[in-house]
């Protein structure tokens, strides 16, 4: 399979059985939203420059508004989120030395290797349970001693929310000092960090404090169509718009997007609240239907995971009704987002009801 979440238009994916009807409502992930009339019209707008030659206002301005809202020095714009956390992880760790990484998260599983395939650096995957946790002994044992055996331990990473659970505050910050006690640096893959903030009603700067480095999606619950926000000191911020360079993301006219960016930050935060209280009538309504299950205290911002013996026809009657989902083994992930509006809900509900009480 080319993707975790391949496409439902036929003449991109063949292999797709459902008839053809046009997607309306797309629970397959918060990516696949689309920038709206106003954000449209700000991109339209936008005064450009050549990035690479740090000329771009909007990528300037971006990058500063960023860097304020999560309490760091400075910030780095690039095109993805995969982007981000690989120039972050190779401006940590030189050739031979190992990033610990909780083995669900994203670093882990979703980007390719890229950070040992292109960086030479090891990745320590860490067992995590059902919220995405892992502990602070588990931490503790997995940093390598000084012994030419073993490559460096270098950095921690770790990711808020994980598969839409946030991480509490106080175990982030208990993970982050054990790993500075052990010379450790530390990096945040907050795709969806503000997902975090917005439901404990934290200021994003409170969730990173002490972290080094922490990279952003705009590109999912934020609406805007594509790129990230790396931050952290000047100094590392400096060394991964090198790396960017050297991977291929520098720029040129990418004001367009950055004011995107800069729309998605100003203007689509405080609305996440409204996808998680989506998620939670969702849930409510599907509670208690014979035949489908899933974890409700894992149902904590825009995410929950489905389980059912009839994943397949329940998600084959859906896409009749242009309703998107991807069954991906034995979990599948139902995101809400921007495009799902309270009408849309009700649509969601009432077909996902109906299926079940037809079987
Ligand atoms: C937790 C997490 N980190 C990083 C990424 C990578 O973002 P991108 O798709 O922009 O490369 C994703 C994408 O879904 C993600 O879910």
Do not use: W
């Amino acid at each position: 399979m080319a993707s975790h979440y391949p496409s439902l238009d036929p003449s991109i994916n063949p292999s797709t059985t459902s008839p053809v009807v046009p997607i309306t409502i797309d629970l397959r992930s918060d990516t696949v939203t689309r920038p709206s009339q106003a954000m449209r019209q700000v991109m339209a707008a936008a005064q450009v420059g050549d990035d690479v030659y740090g000329d771009d206002p909007n990528v300037n301005a971006l990058e500063h508004e960023a860097a304020e809202l999560l309490g760091k020095q400075a910030g780095l714009f690039l095109p993805s989120g995969t982007m981000s956390n690989l120039a972050s992880v190779l401006a940590h760790c030189q050739r031979g030395e190992e990033a610990l990484v909780g083995e669900q998260y994203h670093i882990h599983c979703d980007e390719a290797a890229g950070v040992t395939v292109l960086g030479s650096v090891a990745m320590h995957a860490l067992t995590t349970d059902l919220y995405g946790r892992f502990d602070l002994e588990q931490l503790s044992v997995a940093v390598k001693p000084n012994d030419y055996h073993q490559p460096i331990t270098r950095l921690l990473c770790l990711e808020n929310t994980v598969s839409g659970c946030i991480q509490e505050q106080s175990h982030i910050d208990a993970l982050v000092e054990r790993a500075q006690y052990h010379g450790l640096s530390t990096h945040m893959d907050g795709a969806r960090l503000m997902n975090a903030a917005v439901a404990q009603n934290l200021p994003p700067a409170r969730l990173v404090q002490s972290i080094d480095t922490v990279s952003v999606c705009l590109s999912k619950g934020l609406g805007a169509p594509l790129g990230s926000v790396l931050v952290g000191s000047q100094v590392i911020v400096e060394r991964a718009r090198r790396l960017r360079k050297m991977l291929g993301g520098g720029m040129r006219q990418a004001g367009i997007i950055a004011a995107a960016g800069r729309y998605a930050l100003q203007h689509n935060l405080d609305r996440l609240v409204q996808d998680h209280r989506r998620t939670q009538e969702l849930a409510s309504a599907l509670e208690g239907i014979k035949g489908l299950h899933f974890d409700r205290s894992r149902v904590q911002t825009n995410m929950l995971f489905l389980q059912s013996i009839q994943m397949s026809a329940l998600a084959d009657h859906l896409a009749l009704q242009g309703i998107a989902l991807t069954v991906t083994g034995h979990n599948t992930r139902v995101v809400l987002h921007m495009d799902i509006d309270d009408e849309a809900l009700k649509q969601i509900i009432a077909s996902i009801q109906g299926f079940f009480n037809a079987h």
